[in-house]
């Protein structure tokens, strides 16, 4: 009876185990809750008592994660989001590949739906081909020679202290084509969800992050979405191939990078049709504005 209990309560004790570790203040966690002190204490203890784990320590009055929790609560944190997004219909599998749909009562939509790495060499640009090929010759060292001819088209991440931290943009990338190469360039060093369109870093963006930092592979996603665009900041339709390729800097650390293709035609299933061709509308003046790789 116990652990049926403690079953029906997990949502919850997650829910207070994620906030206490991201506080490490009781105080702050049950305002933030919702919840008495004497709820957050219990839902610890339960979660303790299931797992026959200790989760925090304190001394002096301050609350610390203990080496269990530490590795416990990443966990905690993506069973929380799935679950959210799961219980909003925003997040499913397709043949095995994970989607998500989001779309906001003010508008903004965010959908993705993650493709098998084999579509790259049947149905994806040139620019993502080259950058596999590039990503096995360089055996992913960021600074080989065979990395070179791609790293003008990308952006690179580090992950420091719990962020994503853009640590370069390429002149060439997408993403410096729709924000202007100075702009672009001044997004180096920011946090991942600070960089423009700010606010809207989801659940999925970070399912696609986690999952690359843990097997330092590959992965193609398909994205449609809104960005600011233009020189009034204007959330505009945008639609691509991304492809995430796990790599190391010089120092041997972990390197993200994010290849985007706009001229990619992408699959998602149940998109609307009018927001690829909006998509294309923006593409192209966004083509005359700054041009295009060749």
């Given at each position: 009876?116990?652990?049926?209990?403690?079953?029906?309560?997990?949502?919850?004790?997650?829910?207070?185990?994620?906030?206490?570790?991201?506080?490490?203040?009781?105080?702050?966690?049950?305002?933030?809750?919702?919840?008495?002190?004497?709820?957050?204490?219990?839902?610890?203890?339960?979660?303790?008592?299931?797992?026959?784990?200790?989760?925090?320590?304190?001394?002096?009055?301050?609350?610390?994660?203990?080496?269990?929790?530490?590795?416990?609560?990443?966990?905690?944190?993506?069973l929380l989001e799935r679950g959210r997004a799961w219980l909003d219909a925003?997040?499913?599998?397709?043949?095995?590949?994970?989607?998500?749909?989001?779309?906001?009562?003010?508008?903004y939509y965010y959908h993705l739906q993650q493709h098998p790495i084999a579509?790259?060499?049947?149905?994806?640009?040139?620019?993502?081909?080259?950058?596999?090929?590039?990503?096995?010759?360089?055996?992913g060292e960021l600074e080989h020679a065979a990395f070179q001819k791609v790293?003008?088209?990308?952006?690179?991440?580090?992950?420091?202290?719990?962020?994503?931290?853009?640590?370069?943009?390429?002149?060439?990338?997408?993403?410096?084509?729709?924000?202007?190469?100075?702009?672009?360039?001044?997004?180096?060093?920011?946090?991942?969800?600070?960089?423009?369109?700010?606010?809207?870093?989801?659940?999925?963006?970070?399912?696609?992050?986690?999952?690359?930092?843990?097997?330092?592979?590959?992965?193609?996603?398909?994205?449609?979405?809104?960005?600011?665009?233009?020189?009034?900041?204007?959330?505009?339709?945008?639609?691509?191939?991304?492809?995430?390729?796990?790599?190391?800097?010089?120092?041997?650390?972990?390197?993200?990078?994010?290849?985007?293709?706009?001229?990619?035609?992408?699959?998602?299933?149940?998109?609307?049709?009018?927001?690829?061709?909006?998509?294309?509308?923006?593409?192209?003046?966004?083509?005359?504005?700054?041009?295009?790789?060749?």
């Amino acid at each position: 009876m116990r652990q049926q209990s403690n079953q029906s309560l997990l949502f919850e004790m997650l829910r207070s185990f994620v906030m206490l570790a991201d506080t490490l203040n009781v105080s702050r966690a049950v305002q933030e809750l919702g919840v008495t002190r004497q709820t957050l204490r219990r839902h610890i203890e339960l979660l303790e008592e299931a797992r026959q784990q200790t989760l925090f320590v304190v001394e002096d009055r301050q609350y610390g994660l203990t080496a269990e929790g530490q590795e416990a609560v990443q966990e905690a944190r993506s069973l929380l989001e799935r679950g959210r997004a799961w219980l909003d219909a925003q997040a499913a599998h397709r043949a095995g590949l994970f989607r998500f749909s989001l779309a906001r009562e003010d508008g903004y939509y965010y959908h993705l739906q993650q493709h098998p790495i084999a579509r790259i060499w049947t149905q994806e640009g040139q620019v993502l081909r080259d950058a596999i090929k590039a990503w096995a010759e360089s055996e992913g060292e960021l600074e080989h020679a065979a990395f070179q001819k791609v790293r003008p088209y990308a952006l690179v991440f580090r992950f420091l202290d719990e962020h994503w931290i853009c640590a370069e943009v390429g002149e060439q990338s997408d993403f410096a084509h729709w924000y202007g190469w100075s702009w672009a360039r001044s997004s180096v060093g920011r946090k991942i969800d600070g960089l423009p369109g700010a606010g809207r870093f989801n659940f999925s963006a970070a399912q696609s992050y986690d999952e690359l930092r843990s097997t330092q592979g590959l992965r193609l996603d398909h994205i449609a979405t809104q960005m600011p665009h233009g020189p009034d900041d204007v959330m505009r339709p945008i639609c691509f191939a991304r492809l995430l390729l796990g790599c190391r800097f010089p120092d041997g650390s972990f390197a993200m990078v994010s290849m985007v293709d706009r001229a990619s035609k992408v699959d998602i299933p149940g998109l609307d049709p009018a927001i690829v061709r909006q998509s294309a509308e923006v593409e192209a003046t966004t083509h005359e504005n700054f041009g295009r790789r060749a």
